[in-house]
């Protein structure tokens, strides 16, 4: 049993994070996870995995802020924010975004991804029907995006994210922005 729960545990943890794993501190959490879960101190069995997972929400959240564009010609960017401690607006999960600048336009990128309440939102995205009242359809290269009526540029990227280009920059440039994010290395997190 003892064996199972550190398996089950394990790799649980180990998949949300990919190859972004940092052995010390998410090992020590699931290990003090264990003997709590061992001791059948089940608060603090849960409590030591939520650390866990809370370390690997953290590392996810860098990795996808390394995905944030620099910014293009004439433009200047704001340092990235990190929501990765809890995003409880969207049932948990990582969201980074990054402010861009040029004279007196601005726009905002933002990555959200791994929340079971973003998955429900994600599915209105791809639903041509409800879409297409929502917004034209476009392409950013081979990925499919939503122009908004309300100029916000949207893109569901692996089912597993979330993609967001808004503010008062025109369309060309929200275009433009959302080339530069490498979609491929999105997916592949």
Request: hydrophobic share 45%; glycine share 8%.
């Amino acid at each position: 049993m003892k064996k199972s729960m550190y398996t089950v545990c394990m790799a649980a943890v180990l998949a949300t994070a990919g190859n972004l794993v940092h052995a010390d501190e998410v090992e020590d959490a699931i290990k003090e996870a264990l003997t709590a879960y061992e001791q059948k101190d089940y608060v603090m069995a849960k409590q030591s995995l939520g650390m866990a997972t809370q370390l690997i929400n953290q590392l996810n959240a860098k990795a996808l802020a390394a995905l944030l564009p620099e910014p293009l010609a004439g433009w200047e960017a704001q340092a990235v924010s990190d929501e990765s401690q809890g995003g409880a607006m969207f049932g948990g999960g990582i969201s980074v975004s990054r402010r861009y600048t040029k004279s007196d336009q601005d726009l905002k990128i933002s990555i959200m991804g791994d929340s079971p309440m973003l998955s429900q939102m994600m599915g209105i995205f791809q639903n041509p029907m409800i879409a297409g009242s929502m917004g034209k359809m476009t392409r950013i290269g081979k990925q499919m995006a939503m122009e908004g009526k309300d100029g916000q540029l949207t893109m569901v990227v692996a089912n597993r994210f979330m993609v967001t280009i808004d503010g008062s920059a025109s369309m060309d440039d929200k275009k433009e922005y959302a080339k530069a994010i490498d979609l491929e290395k999105l997916k592949d997190m």
